[in-house]
């Protein structure tokens, strides 16, 4: 009785996974050539340069004012690339560099637990500091930086929503009213933007990096407090900030007058969706489950291909002005991610590849001089002398991103020909759906308990439904009702208010 739905949602994943999910042929440089030691010194050169920068009394890029979350950027990226290499060489620095950080940071101006109102005020800058903290932690499993990690959880979550805060209608932080409802669905699990009493934004650089955080803390410690946290902050982007082409939108205002308006000020940027789908795939490391797989394999490629913030050479370029294009920090640290932890089919891995490929070459050929180990900002070039610490950390993740991409006896990548279009039939269809409907199913269950009556709740949400054609919602609109939902919507009273739940993991349903 369960194989119909079985077969609704694998065939459902098989059909995203034939369509597309190609390097296109206008992608410039997909391969990576450099051998995997090559790729080593290259990461390790722009690291050690970036060292040279940071000022020794505290451990901080220049200008911390604007600086300050860069450098929390920076810690993680030191802990990565040792992670990549299976190292310890940056153990001991990075534990100066926390603790000098956080003194300076809480003395001089008032940013405690590395979050601040009167330096750079965006809670995301303090997050940075908790994502190095708790990967440095999973590197080196050294308690202090698990107490890091956890500090900056703390702080950041003084300015997100709980469900108590929603039902109340206040959080002692802001001076508004808060909307407890955005189209009928709960806001908790919104981070605000910014410490200031008065800043009503909500957006996903903060909500988005305390759900990576919550994930991250959730796989680290196994406690529940953490692991709710995320599955709230992913259930609020999945409710309100994802549009019905699987791209995760900038933000909207909780302020109650607003009406729920979506940030209108910002193009979309490749962080957004970067975020969720990392948190999406930290979760589906702690609780595999075809929901969570479903919901990657849909967001990886919708980022991959979204016009917004790439060219037809497939490198990513943000931001509005020609002339001011940029790379990004968020989407190479992703897709590595995915990577890593085995959240993609075969098919979707390899695209992957190719797109890190297009942006490590990029990043090589385009926007460095051979030699300075600085990079600028744009990927299209052409190269800066002036050292940035944006500009140089956004390089250095994809640098990091591309060193256990293939091995050396792969040093040419190998992108596979696309299965046939649709419908048409053959060996590689049959070897696909082998590994959806045989492959997948168990090497989940490997690491999960799951039993059928979970399945069947998830399977019944994620089957394609019509709430997701209504979210189509442009960012400049204003928030929409969405039209009455055709997937499970549970309401818990003594919650005070109706959730749809993302990944069948909402309180509701579990009641
Ligand atoms: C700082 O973090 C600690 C946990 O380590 C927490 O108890 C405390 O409330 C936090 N303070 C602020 C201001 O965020
Ligand atoms: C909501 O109120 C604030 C001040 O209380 C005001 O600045 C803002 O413009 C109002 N929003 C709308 C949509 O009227
Ligand atoms: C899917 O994974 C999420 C996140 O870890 C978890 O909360 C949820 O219970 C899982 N769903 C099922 C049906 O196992
Ligand atoms: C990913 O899959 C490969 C092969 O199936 C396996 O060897 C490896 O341990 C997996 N890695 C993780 C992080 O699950
Ligand atoms: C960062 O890179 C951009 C574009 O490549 C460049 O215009 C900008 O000047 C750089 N920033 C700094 C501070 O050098
Ligand atoms: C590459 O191959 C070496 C030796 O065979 C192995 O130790 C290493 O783990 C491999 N790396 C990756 C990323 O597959
Ligand atoms: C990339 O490598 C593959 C496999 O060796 C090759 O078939 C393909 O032509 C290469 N693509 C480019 C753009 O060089």
Known sequence: MFLIPTLTVWLYVFHAVCQGQQASSLWRKPNVTMTR?????????ALEKAITFLDTSNALFPDPSDSYGMSGAFYSQLAEFDLATSQTKYADTLQQYFALASTTLSQQFQAQNFTGEFIARSINDGLNYGHGAAVAYATYKTGVFLQYAEQAWWAAKAFTLGQNDVNSGTVPSKDFTISPTCGGITTAGATFREKSSTAPDINVLATGSFLVLSALLAEATGEDLYLEAAKESADFISNHLLNAKHVVQDGLSVRANDSCALNQ????????????????????????????????????????EYAGWQGNNGIIANGGMPSSKSGDLNLPRTLSTVIARNATTPVLRSYVEAYLGVQFNAVLDLATTSGSNIYAGSWNGPPSSTFSPGNQTNAIQVLISVINLHNETLATSTIPSAPGPSGSSGPTHSLWAFWLLWVYPRAISTKSVQNWADRRRYIGWSAPSGRRGVRDRSITAPYSEPATPTVPVTTSPEKGGSQTSFVGFAAGIHH
Not at 37 to 45: C, K, L, T
Not at 274 to 298: D, K, R
Not at 299 to 304: E, G, T
């Open 37 to 45: 030691a090559d790729r080593v010194s290259v990461a390790e050169a």
């Open 265 to 304: 000020e910002k193009d979309q940027e490749s962080y957004n969706s970067a975020l969720m789908i990392e948190g999406l795939t930290i979760l589906h490391s702690i609780t595999p489950n075809a929901s969570l797989f479903e919901s990657i394999q849909q967001m990886v490629p919708a980022a991959i």
